[in-house]
């Protein structure tokens, strides 16, 4: 009863921000995004009758472990997400889980998308469940919203729905259908002080919420059709729009929650700076300081060595479109 499963973190190209049922983790606004191909969570989970408790191990860089109250909410999260898990099987055994991360966890890029992602392929298949796409991405998004879009393949859409059963991801297009790049500039590693989770139940309060959601619909609309006519320009104004949009709310909540930083800021005006050249690249930011470099495969080479140049950026992580969960044959443990 061991499994072992590696998901990709996703990068938002029109973002989740507040929800409309907490517990559910119900987001008041569908979403689309692009799995990455070397930003990735392992996870083994193993259950059995002879283990007395959960062990949760996190094989994070070390440097983490001081930021105790962020590990032991995570913990508290797997293990409500594995009562979910043996709850569908109908069985009460207590679990091992090892999982590790390819990049600096909670620092923005979304460590909990495919944490959980993983966590829930794995699960399922040690547990023998048997469960569609459909099912896993539902799953998932009950450990983390935006985990359930770190199910489907490559490019994905994960509809807000209005019940459990109407919200999941599915796929737009395979990884191969456009050869597009995320190449994140990380300026910090360490974990984020407000988390999305907490950081976006204030979403309400900011008066720029509704003008956001208002927009959504049709932003959906321009990215579908940028993706079906692969066309960078079009897909770039709409992902700097709402990703702009998002930090106006999050800076206008009550209490407000700033995520950008200095560096951030020098990176987006590089980025400007760039595309005045004639460059072809736009900028994301999630809930936290790094920066995603969104492009087109011919121009990563000039982009990296440009972003690795900016005094602040501390690494370069280039990532293609990817696959999304899967399970592997080599175990953690
Ligand atoms: O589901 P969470 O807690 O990882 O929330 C993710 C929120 C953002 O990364 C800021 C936006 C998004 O859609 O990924």
Redesign the pocket.
């Known amino acids: 009863m061991k499994a072992t499963a590696i998901a990709p973190a996703?990068?938002?190209f029109?973002?989740?921000?507040g929800k409309k049922d907490e517990a559910l983790?119900l987001p008041l606004n569908s979403?689309i995004?692009m799995n990455l191909s070397n930003a990735y969570t392992t996870t083994t989970a193993e259950f059995s009758k002879a283990f007395p408790q959960d062990t949760i191990n996190v094989a994070s860089d070390t440097s983490f472990t001081t930021f105790t109250h962020v590990l032991k909410n995570s913990e508290l999260r797997i293990i409500a997400h594995l009562d979910r898990m043996r709850k569908l099987k109908g069985t009460d055994m207590r679990a091992r889980v090892v999982t590790k991360n390819s990049f600096p966890a909670g620092a923005?890029i979304?460590s909990?998308?495919s944490g959980f992602a993983a966590l829930t392929v794995a699960a399922a298949a040690a547990l023998d469940l048997s469960v569609s796409e459909k099912e896993l991405s539902i799953l998932a998004r009950l450990g983390?919203?935006?985990?359930c879009?770190s199910i489907p393949d490559g490019f994905v859409m994960w509809e807000e729905g209005n019940s459990s059963e109407t919200s999941y991801a599915h796929s737009l297009y395979p990884p191969g259908h456009w050869d597009l790049r995320d190449i994140v500039a990380v300026v910090q590693s360490k974990p984020k002080e407000v988390?999305?989770?907490s950081g976006?139940e204030a979403a309400r309060t900011s008066p720029f919420l509704e003008a956001r959601l208002a927009a959504i619909p049709g932003r959906i609309a321009r990215v579908k059709k940028a993706l079906e006519q692969k066309d960078i320009h079009a897909l770039g104004n709409v992902i700097e729009e709402d990703c702009l949009d998002?930090h106006a709310v999050m800076q206008s909540q009550k209490p407000p929650l700033n995520y950008l930083t200095d560096e951030t800021r020098e990176i987006i005006n590089a980025v400007r700076r760039w595309r005045s050249g004639g460059l072809a690249v736009c900028f994301t930011i999630?809930?936290g300081p790094n920066v995603h470099l969104i492009c087109e495969g011919k121009d990563e080479q000039v982009i990296s060595k440009k972003a690795s140049e900016i005094s602040g950026v501390q690494q370069i992580i280039v990532n293609k479109p990817a696959r999304g969960a899967r399970i592997v044959t080599e175990h953690l443990f």
């Open positions: 996703n990068i938002a029109i973002k989740y921000w983790r979403s995004s923005g979304a909990s998308a983390s919203g935006s985990a879009r988390g999305s989770t976006m998002m999630d809930a």
